[in-house]
């Protein structure tokens, strides 16, 4: 994860640093992702706190800018908007991303109230914009938020991945940094059969072993973070001793 400081109009914006303080911020992370050897990076506004269903003009088009200035040119990179996905799949266009991560499926009470996401516009949309390469990671347990359905999460996976068309399946924790449990990607994977899963928050360089016995590929933030913090800089020494331990396995 390449986390964005808040974006302009949101109520933790730097505004003295300005959006040249979050490319600045933004270019560190990746730098050290990068020569860490990461498989690819994913940028988000994670810092837009509180967040929100529907994007801003003014957050787009920061995002938009921060990914085109220090998008890594030698791996693939994703983008995902807090909790658009229109949003998402606009910027990716717009970047060249390959691919995005968002919620797009089910019914949901949240921190943000109450929350129908729309795969099918978002596909057909991404149809319109000639942009089919732009694979979409659809969160199945998304994070701050719970389920309105009763189904299992086996039986949602193979739905969402049949019916919905997820190119990967993600499988989270209650909130960001938080791991789901092994016995959550088993039945995730047991549903999906063909689409491949990923397990989505609290991955870290001592569990990382355990996640990839079972899910297919793994998104880490907070473990590479200062001190483990979501919202700090990536540390260098944590992102190699994760990276470290991947190759190990690998």
């Not at 807090?82 to 390959?98: E, F, H, K, P, R």
């Not at 694979?135 to 086996?154: K, Y």
């Not at 590929?217 to 800089?233: A, E, Y």
Request: contains cysteine; glycine residues 8%; charged residues 20%.
């Amino acid at each position: 994860m390449a986390h964005l400081p808040a974006l302009p109009g949101t109520p933790l914006y730097d505004e003295n640093g300005g959006p040249g303080a979050i490319v600045e911020a933004v270019r560190r992370d990746v730098e050290i992702l990068t020569a860490a050897g990461f498989d690819a990076v994913l940028f988000c506004n994670e810092n837009d706190r509180p967040y929100q269903l529907t994007a801003t003009h003014e957050g787009v088009a920061t995002m938009a800018r921060v990914v085109t200035e220090v998008a890594p040119h030698d791996r693939p990179f994703g983008v995902d908007y807090l909790w658009d996905a229109q949003a998402a799949l606009s910027v990716a266009v717009a970047t060249g991303a390959s691919f995005i991560r968002e919620v797009a499926t089910g019914v949901y009470e949240s921190d943000m109230g109450l929350w129908a996401p729309d795969a099918a516009t978002l596909l057909r949309r991404r149809r319109n914009l000639h942009a089919d390469g732009v694979s979409v990671f659809m969160n199945i347990t998304p994070e701050f938020a719970s389920s309105l359905g009763t189904r299992d999460l086996a039986t949602t996976a193979r739905s969402v991945s049949v019916s919905s068309l997820a190119d990967v399946i993600l499988v989270s924790g209650p909130m960001a940094g938080a791991e789901p449990s092994l016995d959550a990607l088993r039945e995730a994977k047991r549903g999906a059969t063909s689409t491949p899963v990923f397990a989505n928050t609290g991955v870290k360089s001592t569990n990382v072993a355990d996640f990839l016995s079972v899910a297919d590929g793994v998104i880490v933030g907070s473990d590479l973070k200062v001190d483990g913090g979501t919202w700090n800089p990536v540390d260098r020494d944590r992102a190699e001793r994760f990276m470290e331990e991947v190759r190990r396995l690998r």
